[in-house]
């Protein structure tokens, strides 16, 4: 089941010519892709091709998800109120930062291009501690600052009242 | 029965707001990829300008930092979009069937681009299947699902991007734009850390960048070494010559005591010229050589002409095709020099073409004969 909120939407109508016309349009052109890509069968591997996409879906939607669910819930528990958002900024700023470095990373890219110095230069592990380092230092800054109230004093009076109405123990997934 | 979901980040108002971003990054992302795909296997209705001399330096550079940026802002998208995945009843009918089961192609196929872009940024090739074309179709895939996916969600992205419905949820707000801004500050990071092996004034922050500009033979990265391109052996031979012909006046072999002495002459000219390889890491060098547009001159050809640059090297990218707007354009060089000094090994000794908007792959290296086509 959703959340009051999600049920609070309601469904959109599929129905009309917009929404022909868009089916009839996109699935034109997606079957022109898959007709090409099993075409190029030879190069495009269409069961490897399957394979990767449907590993992806199923890896983000039943582990990677989950885990950040779990980890918006740990932390709405575990962190006081002030330090929420920045201890949220910084994971998933680091997060996104470790997914998009494994490449670079795991360095496989030195091995296919033996003998070429300016492939994969940098000093990656220590790279990232750096960049992981900085993002921190604002977490810490930005944590500091809403706990001693910088926060009610910035965001618009429009806002304000509704912040301090909400309930705050609720407990709620990020 | 799932999880329930009760964050007041998410909302049909984030959803819409980060799909319009997710959008806009995947289409500007269509549009480059497609045109470097038009560039390097031209159709007869196509003519790609050589001027200006950055256009395909900035419009290779959007495709990749675009698809560096969607990472952050694809994934906040589908947490927020996320609590559907487990909506009760499944289906409602056919349409609704059919708008669901695109949604397989869609994400699936836009996980698939961003994880294959960023592996082959990398070098890593490790899928088995061949990244141009598997990437190249993926897209159009990933485009018609988006189109059927656009077309059913557009009433409620009217609905939840009208202004009446930001005043509804203050508590809501708050929590939507803290989630906004700290997917800005994820995909802010993530470029400030990588783009500067395209855009210069950030080079010294791309530090996570698998290319840093000035790092390289003669200060500038190096995409196929000569090694691996099986050129090395080839390159010292005294009796090497650049064979010119095909539809000319006159077949000439220079050898490169002949060029440099075009170099010293009036053929001879310097340009300040991008290398800008596909792969996203483009950078500005110094380049000096004999005029492409005199050379042909010299040989009679005609003026319209296009011509064929072949390489020492065997193989995928050995030569490319010259279009008669950039064969005759002023800076188009033979380069013999790079950044003061003759051209080192990596770098394409004795001779390489270098062109004003091409992709890197067709700045043919080690070059061995043109052919006027």
New interface residues.
């Given amino acids: 089941?959703?959340?009051?909120?999600?049920a609070a939407?309601q469904?959109?109508?599929?129905?009309g010519w917009?929404?022909w016309?868009?089916?009839a349009?996109?699935?034109?052109?997606?079957?022109?892709?898959?007709a090409?890509?099993l075409r190029?069968a030879t190069?495009?591997?269409p069961l490897?091709?399957l394979a990767?996409?449907?590993g992806?879906?199923l890896v983000?939607?039943f582990v990677?998800?989950p885990l950040?669910?779990l980890a918006?819930r740990r932390l709405r528990k575990w962190a006081p109120e002030a330090w929420r958002?920045p201890i949220?900024?910084g994971l998933?700023?680091s997060g996104?930062?470790v997914?998009?470095?494994v490449?670079?990373l795991?360095g496989?890219?030195?091995r296919?291009?033996?003998?070429?110095?300016?492939?994969?230069?940098?000093h990656?592990p220590l790279?990232?501690a750096?960049?992981l380092l900085v993002?921190w230092l604002g977490v810490l800054a930005l944590g500091i600052w809403s706990s001693t109230g910088g926060h009610r004093r910035s965001?618009s009076p429009?806002?304000s009242?509704?912040?301090r109405?909400?309930p705050s123990r609720?407990?709620?997934?990020? | 029965m799932g999880p329930t979901f009760t964050s007041a980040a998410r909302s049909e108002r984030t959803t819409s707001m980060l799909g319009v971003a997710v959008g806009v990054l995947f289409g500007v992302c269509l549009a480059t990829g497609l045109l470097s795909h038009l560039i390097q296997q031209p159709p007869d209705w196509f003519a790609w300008p050589s001027r200006p001399v950055w256009l395909y330096r900035w419009s290779q550079g959007l495709h990749v930092f675009c698809g560096i940026a969607a990472i952050p802002v694809l994934l906040a998208k589908l947490w927020s979009a996320y609590p559907n995945l487990w909506r009760w009843p499944p289906v409602r009918g056919v349409a609704h069937a059919i708008e669901r089961a695109a949604i397989v192609p869609l994400l699936g196929g836009a996980l698939l681009l961003l994880v294959t872009g960023l592996m082959n940024i990398g070098y890593w090739y490790g899928w088995g299947f061949d990244f141009i074309r598997t990437h190249y179709w993926t897209a159009w895939i990933v485009t018609g699902a988006l189109v059927v996916h656009l077309s059913a969600k557009l009433p409620v992205l009217r609905r939840a991007l009208a202004r009446q419905h930001a005043a509804a949820d203050m508590a809501g707000d708050l929590e939507r734009r803290r989630f906004l801004i700290t997917t800005g500050v994820a995909a802010g990071v993530l470029l400030l850390t990588t783009a500067g092996s395209a855009f210069t004034p950030l080079r010294r922050l791309a530090v996570l960048s698998p290319r840093r500009q000035g790092v390289g033979p003669q200060d500038l990265p190096v995409n196929k070494d000569a090694r691996s391109a099986g050129v090395a052996d080839k390159l010292d031979d005294p009796g090497w010559r650049l064979a010119v012909g095909g539809r000319v006046n006159r077949t000439v072999r220079l050898s490169l005591a002949d060029l440099r002495a075009r170099m010293a002459g009036p053929m001879g000219h310097a340009a300040r010229l991008p290398i800008a390889c596909v792969e996203g890491w483009s950078q500005e060098a110094h380049w000096r050589g004999v005029r492409l547009r005199d050379l042909l001159e010299e040989v009679g050809a005609p003026a319209d002409a296009a011509v064929r640059i072949q390489s020492l090297q065997r193989g995928g990218y050995s030569s490319a095709l010259l279009n008669p707007a950039h064969a005759r354009d002023p800076d188009t060089l033979l380069a013999l020099e790079l950044n003061g000094a003759p051209l080192h090994p990596d770098h394409g000794f004795p001779v390489r073409l270098i062109a004003p908007s091409n992709p890197g792959v067709m700045q043919t290296k080690w070059l061995e004969s043109m052919t006027v086509l």
């Avoid at chain 1, 469904?11 to 129905?15: D, K, R, S, V, Y």
């Avoid at chain 1, 349009?25 to 898959?34: C, H, N, P, R, T």
Wanted: glycine share 14%.
């Fill in positions: 089941m959703s959340g009051p909120r999600a939407e469904p959109e109508p599929l129905a917009r929404w016309t868009g089916l349009a996109g699935g034109a052109v997606g079957l022109f892709g898959l090409g890509l190029d190069k495009t591997m490897v091709w990767w996409l449907a992806l879906l983000h939607d990677l998800a950040v669910l918006g958002w949220q900024v998933i700023t996104v930062l997914l998009a470095s490449p670079v795991y496989v890219g030195r296919t291009q033996p003998g070429n110095a300016s492939v994969l230069p940098g990656y790279a990232l750096g960049v993002v965001s429009r806002l009242p509704a912040w109405r909400r609720r407990t709620r997934c990020g």
